[in-house]
């Protein structure tokens, strides 16, 4: 499939949707998925002495320092992968690290082309968010709830572990979706300004993908 816009942010609550619609578009366009939460997990994970640290942030719901994650993006923006486009999974949620994402582009001589805001109102927000299970090998994401898995506690893609994330739970959720408020969701504006910003309210999910296609024409 050939789509127009291609360097691409992704912006929305946590449990909007964004990692599981940039697995879905991933399947049709190559594009880089660049999710700064799956890159932090990773360094949690390496349990460096950086690592350890995260924890403790991502553990309480709060956002890591806009410094480190812009230097995460820089250089996962620059590799090759990235020529044919790219997906901001998560990044930028505050005003600096928007202002930084703009100085990252122009540095490697590239721009956005949309930024797709997933709306989703708080309630079905959290109640996803605790519903939630991800694959501990792929990242793949199921639901309790609505999208559950063939066989319980087992991916489908790739058959590694399902479980839920350390900070999904309704009191880390919560505090999650507060501080999606107060430091990201002034971005929406921000980008509606810039003529960049393409809202998606749509909530059934195959609706909700051709719009997203529709967008991207
Ligand atoms: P996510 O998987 O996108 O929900 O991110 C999980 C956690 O990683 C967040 O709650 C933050 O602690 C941290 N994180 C992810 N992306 C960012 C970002 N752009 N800026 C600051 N912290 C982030």
Same mark, same amino acid.
């Given at each position: ?16 949707g ?7 578009l ?28 995260l ?17 995460m993006? !820089?250089? #996962? =923006? ?6 044919a486009?790219?997906?901001? /999974?998560? %990044?930028? +949620?505050?005003q600096?690290?928007a ?14 082309d ?35 898995p ?23 959720? !919560?505090? #999650? =979706?507060?501080?999606?408020h ?6 929406? /504006?921000f %980008?509606? +300004? ?24």
């Open positions: 499939m050939k789509l127009k816009k291609t360097n691409l942010v992704f912006l929305g609550a946590p449990g909007a964004k990692g599981t619609f940039a697995k879905m991933q399947e049709v366009v190559p594009l880089a998925h660049i999710s700064t939460g799956d890159l932090l997990r990773a360094e949690r994970a390496s349990g460096s002495e950086l690592g350890k640290q924890a403790a942030i991502m553990d309480a719901g709060k956002l890591v320092t806009d410094e480190l994650v812009g230097a993006v !820089k250089a #996962r =923006l620059s590799r090759p992968d990235c020529e486009g790219f997906i901001l /999974d998560g %990044y930028p +949620r505050t600096k690290q202002e930084m994402l703009n100085s990252i582009l122009a540095a490697i001589g590239k721009s956005l949309a930024v797709i805001f997933f709306d989703v109102p708080d309630d079905i927000v959290l109640e996803r968010l605790t519903a939630r299970l991800t694959c501990a090998r792929c990242g793949a994401i199921f639901n309790k709830l609505c999208l559950k063939a066989k319980a506690g087992i991916c489908d893609a790739c058959g590694g572990e399902l479980i839920q994330r350390s900070d999904d739970s309704l009191e880390t959720a !919560k505090g #999650r =979706l507060e501080v999606f107060s430091s990201t969701a002034p971005l929406i /504006d %980008y509606r +300004r810039n003529g960049l910003l393409v809202p998606l309210t749509e909530l059934d999910k195959d609706k909700k993908f051709q719009d997203l296609l529709a967008a991207l024409r």
